[in-house]
């Protein structure tokens, strides 16, 4: 198949890598799952922790079969498919055969484009660096937002009022300040109870 045609109908994506680990951030952490990282994201986070993934061009472009036949071969059957941006595509092929196929199915998603694909769980981390698409307000699990700076309490509290009552709501402190605003973020989450801590517990664990 055409690849440009292949990967606008969602058949085909680029994919940067895909590894079993266990699941290091938000609700789900501590469980194990299959990651599918598609290339390409144009937010531009200056603190992204896998600037790698931006340029799309970079990566193999895959037919979603072959990507499925990978989750296949672990045990697990939960996949989190992140990138780079993942709504950057049309997700509705990969989450259709996903499920098919038993997996259940969890994003990891800025919401900065359209929304597609069939999840069980979606984890939306809103960007100051392109603003959310509409879409995601309605689809999100989980609201976990990076605090970078003193403004991000602030920030967070915007996307909290935009989401379903039922999203969980999590601050996670970026990776190079959690020493700087940690006294900051068990204070926030103390004092308002509504929120919790995600920490990216795969960086301690020192695994993928
Ligand atoms: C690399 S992103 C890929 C998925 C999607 N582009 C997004 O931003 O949600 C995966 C998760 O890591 C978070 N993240 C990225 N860099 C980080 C850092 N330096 N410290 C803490 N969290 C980070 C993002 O906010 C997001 O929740
Ligand atoms: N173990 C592990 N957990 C994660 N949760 C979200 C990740 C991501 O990069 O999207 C991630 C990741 O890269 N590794
Ligand atoms: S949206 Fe996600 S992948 Fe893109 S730059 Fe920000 S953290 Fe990195
Ligand atoms: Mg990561």
């Not at 996903?98 to 809103?126: M, Q, R």
């Not at 960007?127 to 307000?137: G, N, R, T």
């Not at 999100?140 to 991000?152: R, T, Y």
Request: negative net charge; hydrophobic residues 40%; aromatic residues 12%.
């Amino acid at each position: 198949m055409d690849k440009t045609k292949g990967v606008k109908e969602g058949l085909m994506l680029p994919l940067m890598e895909a590894f079993y680990t266990i699941q290091g951030e938000g609700v789900y952490s501590g469980v194990p799952a299959y990651f599918i990282r598609l290339g390409g994201c144009d937010v531009g986070c200056v603190w992204c922790d896998v600037k790698e993934s931006w340029e799309a061009g970079k990566w193999p472009v895959i037919p979603i079969e072959e990507i499925v036949e990978g989750a296949l071969e672990y045990p697990g059957r939960m996949v989190v498919i992140t990138g780079g941006e993942p709504l950057m595509y049309n997700l509705n092929p990969l989450t259709a055969l996903l499920k098919e196929n038993g997996f259940a199915i969890h994003i990891e998603t800025s919401g900065a484009h359209p929304f597609s694909g069939d999840f069980d769980w979606v984890c939306f981390s809103p960007k100051k660096f392109k603003a959310p698409h509409p879409s995601i307000y309605k689809k999100a699990d989980e609201l976990k937002v990076v605090i970078f700076h003193k403004s991000d309490f602030e920030f967070a509290e915007k996307h909290a009022s935009l989401v379903q009552e039922t999203c969980v709501k999590s601050i996670q402190p970026e990776w190079s300040k959690a020493k700087l605003y940690m006294d900051s973020i068990v204070e926030y989450v103390k004092s308002n109870p509504d929120w919790k801590i995600s920490l990216q517990t795969h960086k301690f664990m020192d695994i993928p």
